[in-house]
Every structure is written in structure tokens, then in C-alpha cells.
């Protein structure tokens, strides 16, 4: 069974940086893809990146040029590296694990992050 642990949230000004990371553990391999989403308050789930193992990678246009998603060495572990931070990225951020592209995803608990001056 494989656990995800998401941290590095926290609150930081408009315009700075924050680096998530998310982490697998049990049986993580044969991990297909990782993703992560946000839920912003009185709003629905969205995604905001997704990578594979064969290298390819998503985001949503909202983050197109500010956030990067990238993998670990191991495979075991997703960052993303969200630059020029906005108060509308504000949210919940998730992490899932996906062993194929059909599979169940597997959920994270959550880091919140708050963009406010």
C-alpha cells in the first residue's frame, strides 16, 4: 500500500516563492504518474501540474510559467516549485499517485497555502 505525504506549505507574500514536496512510502514503485491539485475555499478541485514517468508533463494554464513540476532521483518523490505567487493561489494542495494511467488515484492529506502581504 502506498502512503503520500505532502509538505512544505506555509504563507508567503505575493510575488515569493514556495517549494511542495510529496513524498511515497510503502510500496511505491511502478508509480505511472503524480500529480498535484489545489482547492481554492468555495471552490472545486482543480488540477495544477501532473508529470509521468516517461517525462510528460501538464499544468494548468493558471500556473503555466510560474510553477515547476519535477520528480525525484528515486521516483518516490514529486516537487513543485511555485514561483510569483499570486493570493488567488491560495489553497489546499494535494498530491496523488497513480500506478497506471487507469489506476485509482491515491491521496495525500493536504498543505495549505496562503499568499497574503
Known amino acids: 500500500q502506498v502512503q503520500v505525504v505532502e509538505s512544505g506549505g506555509g504563507l508567503v507574500q505575493p510575488g515569493g516563492s514556495l517549494r511542495l514536496s510529496c513524498a511515497l512510502s510503502g510500496t511505491a514503485y511502478n508509480i505511472y504518474r503524480m500529480e498535484w491539485y489545489r482547492r481554492a475555499p468555495g471552490k472545486q478541485r482543480e488540477l495544477v501540474a501532473g508529470i509521468t514517468t516517461n517525462g510528460a508533463i501538464n499544468y494548468a494554464d493558471s500556473v503555466k510559467d510560474r510553477f515547476t513540476i519535477s520528480r525525484g532521483n528515486a521516483n518516490n518523490t514529486v516537487y513543485l516549485q511555485m514561483n510569483s505567487l499570486k493570493s488567488e493561489d491560495t489553497a489546499v494542495y494535494y498530491c496523488?499517485?497513480?500506478?497506471?494511467?487507469?489506476?485509482?488515484?491515491?491521496w495525500g492529506q493536504g498543505t495549505q497555502v496562503t499568499v497574503s502581504s
Open positions: 496523488s499517485a497513480q500506478r497506471t494511467n487507469i489506476s485509482p488515484r491515491i
